[in-house]
């Protein structure tokens, strides 16, 4: 079935790119004057100007009634001499057709233009004046009525279906024009009439070509070569081999294979090479669905792993076999080569032609081609015909994706051998070395994802400007203000020793800054993917503290266990066109570094144990900025802080809180952390008090033992008296030495009061006790037979303390055994209330110290 298309009448202007201002068609009409106008027409670009105009609607009393200007990303409306820009929200492209229509209303005061059917924008413009009764020429912007032309504005391309209306076209009018629909009635200029033509000429198009949208898909025939090789190339193009996914999808792609040029075998984007008739896709890894087999197929096993389409549909083939292949794009793509040094950015933009099968040609915007020429690539200036560099097919055979060009002509001023990356990627994808593009996220991300791994290669996360000092601090981003760095610490582990007065302390500790001096590439919002090789470390300024009350010389280090970050906070900077490569590259100044260290340190405490084991200890762990003084360099207060993630319940220790103060006031950054703990006392109770206080109890228990057997009860109470005694030992005068002396001082009581006790009964105490027989003396007989008689002597007088006793224990009784008694229970009496007021007064004042 052979389909008949409409040919359409193409103005083609300055193919050659060469720019002048001797190259234009004239209506042979002119309009009506009229208060509202409407101009559209529709146009493909060869080479674009600085700024390209397309057509002016002139007139003797204003010669810019209506000019039509287009950039790359841009349009430029003039009504009645008035210039106003416009955003597009498509770059435009070099050999693709596009609609384009201004309109003004004069109710609303409003123009509008819109670009393939779409509104890109409205402008306001109030004016009283009528359009004058106006000449559209096309190619040239006119300064004066249908003269003084200039070429650096004039149009290289093709243009077609032009019309003016001296009214508002609507949205749907205009709409159905850029679909290639009926012109709106009531044109006062209209395509089909007489142009007058100056170095211009018609062709006949068909309708199909000129109505193709930017968007439609389109395939890229290339010459026999083995499925890897095709694989690639359709990669490097941005597209895939394709891959049936239904019957319908099938036939179109035979019938793209029955176009010229024909096509009648070509391969198709899977293989089994994984698992033998299972078919994966390659260009996204999903199984292969739909299957049409040709005659006597499948039947190659492991030694045929391919598939080829033919026009019986699918057949297994060997993958090293060369056929032709059919590429599928999805769109027409926009091209770049980054590395040359453009002023210009559509210098380095570039549209793919495929003129013929296995020939490609990449059209520059404004004066550039990449074509294939002998065996190799030539990038040339199309209007001078001069080569600038070329690529022989043994460095590629393509030449998308980064390749070295061997440079002819002057470019950066170096020739030589220079990288060139010639990509068809968008700004948010990754250009692969062959050319492929993958998301640019994963570039650096530690997972291969480009086909030749590239993608993993030359990871260098930070550089440095020349000249860059990694000795000296960073400027602040303030002139004239020092750098502040955020000290964060993390306490993991605590432990206090009170023999050796030292706090072991385990911690993580984190500084961050800023340098303005660094760039940073390929940075991922995940900080972890961010970590500086420790291969860096040293050639980049980072913060030191010294640690103050340590035991010896300590100070942070930036070593092998050290992690240094770089965190993302800011957006990247435009691409480089310059620079051969895909990178997002993000400024010192918006994202910060920092260093993370494990570190376990013995601070120095100054216990008070005064109160032990009622004591609260304050520790500190003190530091001091040893990378420059505070001029420079100082801590940063309102972010610096500290947290203890570790247990709550230490051996002997409750962590009950730390804290961090910051001081920029000395010579030196000052940072403090203050470690707050208290004595579990439970330890301190079952081993000490509780222990003593039964030995009292037992030592308080022998005044009841029976009083006939003194040594027993003396026993007791030495026993106890000696148990109370071996406690564990203290090196300070503390409270719980208070306690011992009071255990030691109430058994000494009891003591005492055994010995009261057992005197009162044996009568020692009292006046009953001083008639004890008195001794006699032997004298010898003299010599008369008499005995002589003994001296005189004067009554025994009682000793004060017996008078004392006696009357303090005196409880009176008619025998000498029953005041003896009597005595004895007066003594145990006192000792049993002696004792417990004692151990009461004494608790009293000792609990109410030490809460207090």
């Known amino acids: 079935m052979v389909v008949v298309t409409t040919a359409v009448k193409v103005l083609v202007l300055q193919e050659d790119g060469v720019m002048s201002n001797q190259s234009w068609a004239q209506s042979t009409t002119t309009t009506s004057p009229s208060p509202s106008a409407s101009a559209c027409i529709r146009f493909k670009v060869f080479f674009f100007r600085p700024l390209t105009h397309v057509f002016s609607l002139t007139s003797r009393e204003q010669s810019r009634e209506i000019n039509g200007e287009i950039f790359v990303d841009y349009v430029r409306p003039i009504v009645s001499a008035a210039f106003y820009f416009l955003g597009i929200s498509n770059p435009l492209q070099v050999l693709t057709w596009y609609h384009y229509c201004l309109t003004y209303d004069h109710t609303a005061a409003q123009i509008s233009a819109y670009l393939d059917g779409d509104l890109q924008g409205v402008i306001s413009r109030n004016t009283s004046r009528w359009f004058a009764a106006a000449t559209l020429v096309l190619g040239q912007y006119s300064l004066e009525y249908l003269s003084s032309f200039t070429g650096p504005r004039s149009f290289s391309g093709q243009l077609t279906q032009a019309g003016v209306w001296g009214r508002t076209l609507t949205d749907a009018e205009v709409a159905q024009m850029a679909d290639c629909g009926p012109f709106p009635a009531g044109a006062s200029i209209r395509w089909d009439q007489e142009w007058i033509l100056s170095n211009a000429s018609f062709v006949d198009l068909p309708e199909d070509e000129i109505c193709e949208k930017k968007t439609k898909s389109s395939y890229v025939k290339f010459a026999a070569m083995p499925y890897e090789a095709a694989r690639m190339a359709c990669a490097g193009l941005g597209g895939n081999l394709p891959v049936p996914d239904s019957l319908q999808h099938a036939l179109e792609i035979i019938e793209a294979m029955s176009r010229l040029p024909v096509v009648k075998i070509t391969w198709v984007g899977a293989t089994d090479d994984l698992q033998e008739g299972v078919y994966v896709k390659a260009h996204n890894g999903e199984v292969m669905a739909w299957f049409k087999w040709g005659s006597n197929d499948p039947n190659g096993l492991q030694w045929q792993n391919c598939l080829v389409m033919e026009p019986d549909f699918l057949h297994d083939y060997p993958c090293h076999v060369s056929r032709e292949a059919l590429c599928f794009l999805a769109e027409q793509q926009e091209w770049t080569l980054k590395g040359p040094c453009e002023e210009d950015t559509a210098n380095y933009k570039y549209s793919l032609k495929h003129p013929e099968k296995g020939k490609l040609v990449f059209r520059g915007y404004y004066q550039y081609e990449i074509v294939e020429e002998e065996e190799e690539w030539v990038w040339r200036n199309v209007i001078t015909d001069t080569m600038i560099a070329r690529m022989s097919f ?102 206090l020793s009170d023999k050796d007065s030292y706090l072991e302390v385990t911690y993580h500790l984190n500084m961050t800054w800023i340098d303005l001096r660094l760039r940073f590439y390929n940075l991922k919002a995940a900080s972890r993917l961010n970590q500086v090789p420790v291969t860096d470390h040293r050639s980049v300024w980072t913060p030191t503290l010294t640690l103050i009350n340590v035991r010896g010389t300590e100070r942070t280090r ?68 040893l990378s420059a003084a505070t001029d420079f360099v100082k801590l940063q207060e309102h972010v610096s802080e500290v947290a203890y993630v570790g247990a709550e319940l230490l051996i002997e220790y409750t962590v009950v ?196």
């Open 558 to 625: 930036v070593d092998d266990e050290a992690i240094l970050t770089v965190h993302r906070r800011g957006h990247p900077l435009d691409d480089d066109l310059s620079v051969p490569e895909d990178a997002d590259v993000y400024l010192g100044t918006e994202n910060h570094l920092s260093v993370d260290r494990k570190y376990t340190s013995n601070f120095l405490c100054d216990l008070n144990l005064e109160l032990y084991p009622f004591d609260i200890q304050r520790c500190f762990m003190e530091m001091e900025v």
């Open 394 to 495: 043994e460095e590629a055979r393509w030449p998308m994706g980064r390749r070295n060009w061997t440079i002819e002509s002057e470019v950066c001023e170096r020739k030589g051998v220079q990288v060139l990356q010639l990509s068809s990627c968008t700004g948010e994808e990754y250009t692969c070395r062959d050319g492929s593009c993958i998301p640019r996220v994963q570039r650096c991300d530690r997972r291969p994802d480009c086909h030749d791994e590239s993608d993993e290669q030359e990871c260098q996360l930070v550089r440095r400007p020349v000249g860059y000092h990694h000795t000296l601090p960073p400027p602040s981003s303030v002139p004239g203000s020092p750098l502040f760095v955020g000290l964060k610490m993390k306490l993991v582990s605590l432990s």
């Open 657 to 852: 809180s730390v804290g961090l103060r910051v001081n920029n006031s000395h010579t030196m950054g000052e940072a403090e952390v203050e470690v707050v703990l208290q004595r579990r006392v439970g330890y301190p109770i079952i081993s000490i008090y509780v222990p003593t206080v039964i030995l009292l109890i037992l030592a308080y228990l022998s005044l009841v033992f029976r009083r006939d057997n003194f040594e027993t009860r003396i026993m007791s109470s030495l026993t106890v008296l000696l148990t109370s005694t071996s406690l564990p030992k203290t090196s300070y005068f503390k409270m719980v030495d208070v306690w011992l002396l009071f255990c030691i001082s109430l058994i000494f009581f009891v003591i005492v009061f055994h010995v009261i006790i057992d005197m009162a009964g044996d009568g020692k105490l009292t006046s009953d006790f001083s008639k004890i027989p008195t001794p006699s003396k032997v004298f010898p007989i003299g010599g008369n037979g008499k005995m002589p008689s003994p001296p005189l002597s004067a009554p025994r007088q009682r000793e004060p303390r017996q008078i004392f006793l006696t009357r303090l224990l005196s409880a009176g009784g008619d025998t000498l055994e029953e005041r003896r008694r009597r005595m004895s229970d007066k003594t145990f009496r006192y000792a049993l209330i002696f004792i417990p007021a004692y151990f009461s007064l004494f608790n009293v004042i000792y609990w109410i110290y030490i809460f207090a």
